[in-house]
């Protein structure tokens, strides 16, 4: 998030348990399988060799690729931390981002398209237009967070300043892959099984 001062973060408190990542994205297979009625969707006979087939079949019901086509992208992830930040007008995204005029145009509409955002006049002014994050926009917090934290970790950059609860001050936890009961799971100790009903 932004060193600056004067940004002061607009969403709600963070809960510890809004951060259950539902997809992991990883070079080695997690196991897909459907238990009860099902057989497995990504193995072979043979443990250490995916299914390429059954993997394509499940992609295509995948939601990630329509979720990057939106906002996987460079300067929608940038005009995102600007709007969780409290970026509103059209100026305040081009002085704190840098960005072209005709660039940022583009982003805000194909992001006010998608959803994303919102766009209405500024009662104050209603020459201006205010941008501000849809519920949509604000459920994209826990993977701008993710983002944020795995770059920290991996030596992409290290900020001073952290994200924590406005209640209490306090930083909020790591963000992890959670079982139901809280514990967190590694790569290894995930597979694919059918949704519940009522999921």
């Given at each position: 998030?932004?060193?600056?001062?004067?940004?002061?973060?607009?969403?709600?408190?963070?809960?510890?348990?809004?951060f259950?990542?539902?997809?992991v994205?990883?070079?080695?297979?997690?196991?897909?399988?459907?238990?009860?009625?099902?057989?497995?969707l990504?193995?072979?006979?043979?443990?250490n060799e995916?299914?390429i087939?059954a993997f394509r079949?499940?992609?295509?019901?995948?939601?990630?690729?329509?979720?990057?086509?939106?906002?996987?992208?460079?300067?929608?992830?940038?005009i995102?931390?600007?709007?969780?930040?409290?970026l509103q007008?059209?100026?305040?995204?081009?002085?704190?981002?840098?960005?072209?005029?005709?660039?940022?145009?583009?982003?805000l509409?194909?992001?006010v398209?998608?959803g994303?955002?919102?766009?209405r006049?500024?009662p104050?002014?209603?020459?201006?237009?205010?941008y501000?994050l849809?519920?949509?926009?604000?459920?994209?917090l826990?993977?701008?967070?993710?983002?944020?934290?795995?770059?920290?970790?991996?030596?992409?950059?290290?900020?001073?300043?952290?994200l924590?609860?406005?209640r209490?001050?306090?930083?909020?936890?790591?963000?992890?892959?959670q079982?139901?009961?809280?514990?967190?799971?590694?790569?290894?100790?995930?597979?694919?099984?059918?949704?519940?009903?009522g999921?």
């Amino acid at each position: 998030m932004s060193d600056s001062a004067n940004l002061r973060f607009r969403s709600k408190p963070v809960c510890p348990s809004t951060f259950q990542l539902a997809t992991v994205i990883s070079r080695k297979p997690v196991p897909i399988v459907r238990r009860g009625r099902g057989t497995a969707l990504t193995r072979t006979a043979n443990e250490n060799e995916p299914d390429i087939e059954a993997f394509r079949a499940a992609a295509l019901k995948c939601p990630l690729p329509p979720s990057i086509e939106l906002i996987g992208e460079r300067w929608a992830f940038l005009i995102l931390r600007g709007a969780f930040n409290g970026l509103q007008h059209f100026e305040q995204f081009q002085a704190g981002l840098g960005i072209a005029r005709n660039i940022l145009s583009n982003r805000l509409a194909r992001m006010v398209e998608g959803g994303i955002l919102e766009r209405r006049p500024d009662p104050a002014d209603r020459r201006k237009v205010i941008y501000s994050l849809s519920p949509k926009g604000e459920a994209l917090l826990p993977v701008v967070l993710a983002l944020r934290q795995w770059g920290e970790d991996w030596g992409h950059g290290t900020q001073h300043i952290v994200l924590a609860d406005q209640r209490d001050g306090v930083p909020i936890r790591r963000i992890t892959v959670q079982a139901a009961d809280g514990r967190e799971l590694k790569l290894g100790e995930l597979m694919w099984v059918d949704r519940p009903a009522g999921i």
